[in-house]
């Protein structure tokens, strides 16, 4: 009898795309998804119609146009402080995921252990799952979601090939400090490991903090595996348009997988994120971040007058918050009941945890537009009634 194969078991629909589907259906504000919906910036949106009348509508190299591989490597330098190869250490792909994916297929092994920080992002475990790569997972615990130093050595067996870590974090916004990075480049030094960083809300971070990339840190320069891309950055998510930066060891079997899977990336939209990079001021980015922190700053008061006590992001574009006011026995009940009395989207907990965690949290997603966010806040509130 023909059927699925044994990986497609494996493979679920993320309830963030679950709990998207609901709130279309019942006509609600969806902050569930973490779509940003602000205007992409007058000069990327350009450069594509730019591309495309010059002729760029061909397959590029596998590892992307030379024009965003250069304007990447220039980004690491002035942003990051790495001087890297736009040759040797680049590899653009579709998206952040895409780059994850076919990071993950060049590098691990079906069976290899792979170290996951809960609250994790849900793609990153299911790329594992996929792949045949076996999860093992660490919990990070609020308010400021730190690393517990013991059981994350613990978590490490002679197995373990990678560990994954996502800073600015999603679902947590955690930023990673100096200190935590030196820790985990640590372990992975003492046990032979890659460190996958998935940097994809580099600018967006709070406070005064500073994103800290492991691939800066020299002694984990040759086995950090960093993924990120401009879908957020330039509020682009449909355009696909990721990168992996890692040693050039790694890089071009990257590049490949990315290849057989997605050709790759469409080329006009690399062309223009190119010209976006190029062409930003550094106030753009700064601009981002502070935009975001105001965003941040109306969302916590909303939530907290509406008896679901936040966790404050220190990064990223969502927020945890404690619903355990809110009835049901699991944070997707809880989840539901919030969107039938307000009409506002969020995404269950649980899908961030794999043991049983997450149960009175749900996130939002605060990247909206300010009459979107405000809306929001003003039904949210209503949940104190």
């Not at 250490?89 to 895409?98: D, K, M, P």
């Not at 469409?266 to 106030?283: R, T």
Request: glycine share 8%; charged share 25%; net charge negative.
């Amino acid at each position: 009898m023909l059927e699925f194969s044994d990986r497609s078991k494996l493979i679920v629909q993320s309830e963030i795309r679950n709990m998207t589907l609901e709130c279309t259906r019942t006509c609600g504000l969806n902050l569930a998804q973490g779509v940003c919906d602000m205007d992409a910036p007058r000069v990327v949106i350009d450069g594509a119609y730019e591309a495309m009348k010059a002729g760029v509508n061909a397959y590029t190299r596998y590892d992307g146009l030379p024009e965003l591989r250069n304007a990447i490597a220039r980004k690491f330098l002035e942003f990051n402080k790495v001087d890297i190869s736009s040759e040797k250490n680049v590899v653009v792909s579709s998206g952040a995921t895409g780059a994850f994916y076919s990071a993950c297929m060049a590098l691990l092994n079906p069976g290899d252990e792979v170290v996951l920080l809960e609250p994790f992002y849900q793609y990153h475990l299911n790329t594992l799952l996929a792949i045949g790569a076996v999860p093992v997972f660490c919990e990070m615990r609020p308010p400021s979601w730190s690393l517990d130093e013991e059981e994350l050595k613990a978590a490490i067996t002679p197995r373990t090939k990678a560990i994954v870590v996502n800073t600015p974090g999603n679902p947590s916004g955690k930023v990673f400090t100096g200190q935590e990075m030196n820790l985990l480049a640590d372990l992975c030094l003492e046990h032979d490991l890659f460190l996958l960083s998935d940097e994809i809300y580099e600018y967006f971070v709070y406070d005064g903090r500073k994103h800290i990339s492991p691939i800066s840190s020299e002694k984990v320069r040759d086995r950090a595996i960093v993924i990120s891309g401009y879908s957020k950055t330039f509020n682009i998510t449909g355009w696909r348009i990721g990168y992996c930066v890692c040693d050039e060891r790694w890089a071009q079997m990257i590049g490949h997988v990315s290849d057989l899977v997605y050709v790759c990336a469409p080329a006009p939209l690399q062309w223009a994120v190119a010209k976006g990079i190029n062409e930003l001021p550094q106030s753009y980015y700064e601009g981002i971040s502070s935009e975001h922190q105001r965003k941040r700053s109306r969302i916590v008061a909303a939530l907290k007058e509406a008896g679901l006590e936040p966790h404050v992001p220190q990064g990223a574009y969502y927020v945890l918050a404690d619903v355990s006011s809110v009835p049901g026995s699991n944070s997707k009940e809880k989840a539901m009941e919030i969107l039938h009395r307000t009409g506002v989207a969020s995404v269950p907990g649980s899908a961030f945890y794999a043991r049983g965690g997450g149960e009175n949290l749900v996130r939002f997603c605060y990247a909206k537009k300010d009459e979107i966010l405000d809306d929001a806040c003003r039904r949210l509130r209503t949940l104190r009634n």
